[in-house]
């Protein structure tokens, strides 16, 4: 954020009294109504799709195996339950995008961009096409997003955006200081650019649990607290082992992303790196008024370590991102998704930007990890002679670009060209993340330097330059 540009102080004490009587528990989950999870799987079963992952990955690939072809058997098989993971806890930006952004996609696959932002657009529309035909009440809006300069050499930034976006059939409106703080008001703003179809807002746990309930009236057989542990090739199909018994499938899904993948050599492509969210006390009329935001836009700034925030159903702020946190080993752990470090360091960030909010409070705070692969969107393929599909990296953006994935893993198992598998983005693969110390000394330059880019006026240092001629670069 622009008042940051030197040094990052101490938040207030203010700031994190903010805190104090925040739950450390995700907001989505947090619901009264949240479905009870369904039983285990007890036995041995038998499917022609076994579908691996009960996020959303896993629900757009057993629901559109099933429009497909109905009469196909489905499975799915959820570790824990359906939307526990990123799916419920994340900030419920659903993007068109399927490349994170369109400076990745342009950095990479620059000669079918066109085809990549248009194929990102039809995505978001049957998604909110699939919504409304099933029913799903999880507070979907097409409400676009702004992203927002705070520092002045992000206004230039923006306005070369408008004009590059234009070239691959991307329409996008750049409003300057007063125009972007007549949308939302904070003293930090300096521009903005407004993609007023691209992105939906959602409730996440809500969209999750929609889904389900949807692969269900379709015929879907949905197991959860069933982890499987093994996955081997049985006959001319595959079987998959858990602790209480066993799928017999002629084909596989996996939907598992940040978590270790079934088959191992995927797992040196992936790394799991924890992002952090707040969500505030509702706001009152006068709270409300005092910001602006009638049009309910999510927001991101246009930092390389990036806030994002949105307004919920009933007008709390969720305010999350910034720090990134990568532990040695890839490690994963429930402990890890408390932070007090990180939230305090949010806080002060979140009254900096809305001073006018000050005495709000916060209500609850968490954190999960992110499948992060070296070219920040996702990659796709297939295993055991194409009788296993996986869709996997999607680096934070997957609330949309999930379901493409899913449909490009139907693709693969059901042996149809399409122009989604014709894609370059779809036919190549990332690099994998080197070995232990490796990892860790790498992941750890690549954030001291996107820091210190963003407090050089954006200035890349010499090691993020050598990241983008190797094509593991990222500019958010």
Not at 37 to 47: E, K, M, R, V, Y
Not at 185 to 209: F, H, K, M, N, Q
């Amino acid at each position: 954020m622009g008042p940051r540009n030197t040094s990052d102080p101490a938040p207030s004490v203010e700031a994190v009294r903010s805190l104090a009587d925040a739950a450390p528990v995700p907001f989505w989950l947090d619901q009264p109504d949240r479905p009870a999870p369904h039983a285990a799987l007890i036995g041995d079963d038998h499917c022609d799709l076994a579908v691996v992952g009960g996020g959303y990955s896993g629900l757009w690939t057993a629901l559109i195996a099933k429009e497909r072809n109905p009469s196909r058997d489905v499975v799915l098989i959820e570790a824990h339950e359906i939307g526990w993971a990123a799916s419920g806890r994340n900030g419920g930006f659903c993007a068109a995008s399927l490349t994170h952004g369109f400076h990745n996609g342009l950095d990479r696959w620059e000669g079918e961009l066109a085809r990549l932002e248009r194929l990102g657009e039809e995505n978001l529309d049957e998604i909110e096409a699939a919504i409304e035909r099933y029913g799903i009440e999880c507070d979907f809006r097409r409400t676009g997003e702004l992203n927002v300069a705070t520092q002045p050499h992000q206004v230039e930034e923006l306005r070369e955006e408008i004009d590059l976006a234009a070239k691959y059939g991307t329409e996008l409106t750049f409003l300057d200081r007063d125009e972007v703080r007549a949308e939302v008001d904070s003293p930090t703003y300096l521009a903005g650019v407004w993609d007023r179809t691209g992105c939906a807002i959602v409730d996440p746990a809500r969209l999750a649990w929609g889904l389900k309930a949807a692969c269900e009236s379709l015929g879907v057989r949905v197991f959860e607290r069933t982890k499987v542990t093994e996955l081997a090739e049985h006959g001319s199909g595959m079987v998959l082992k858990t602790p209480y018994g066993r799928v017999f499938a002629g084909h596989v899904a996996l939907g598992t992303n940040v978590f270790p993948s079934l088959v191992k050599r995927l797992r040196p492509f992936v790394v799991p790196v924890y992002d952090y969210a707040m969500m505030t006390e509702p706001l009152s009329a006068g709270q409300l008024a005092a910001i602006g935001w009638n049009n309910r836009q999510g927001i991101g700034d246009t930092n390389n370590q990036f806030h994002y925030y949105r307004l919920s159903a009933d007008n709390r702020i969720l305010w999350g991102g910034y720090d990134a946190v990568y532990h040695y080993g890839s490690r994963l752990s429930p402990e890890l998704d408390q932070r007090p470090e990180t939230f305090a360091k949010l806080a002060g960030h979140f009254f900096e930007t809305f001073p006018q909010l000050e005495g709000l409070r916060f209500t609850h705070t968490w954190g999960g990890a992110i499948d992060t692969c070296s070219r920040f969107s996702a990659f796709f393929g297939t295993a055991y002679k194409g009788k296993v599909a996986y869709a996997m990296g999607y680096t934070g953006l997957g609330v949309g670009a999930t379901r493409f994935g899913a449909e490009v893993m139907l693709d693969k198992l059901d042996g149809r060209p399409t122009e989604r598998t014709e894609l370059e983005m779809v036919r190549t693969k990332p690099l994998p993340f080197p070995p232990e110390p490796i990892k860790w000394a790498g992941v750890t330059m690549t954030k001291w330097s996107m820091d210190r880019a963003d407090k050089n006026a954006g200035k890349r240092n010499l090691w993020l330059k050598t990241l983008d001629k190797l094509g593991m670069g990222f500019d958010s």
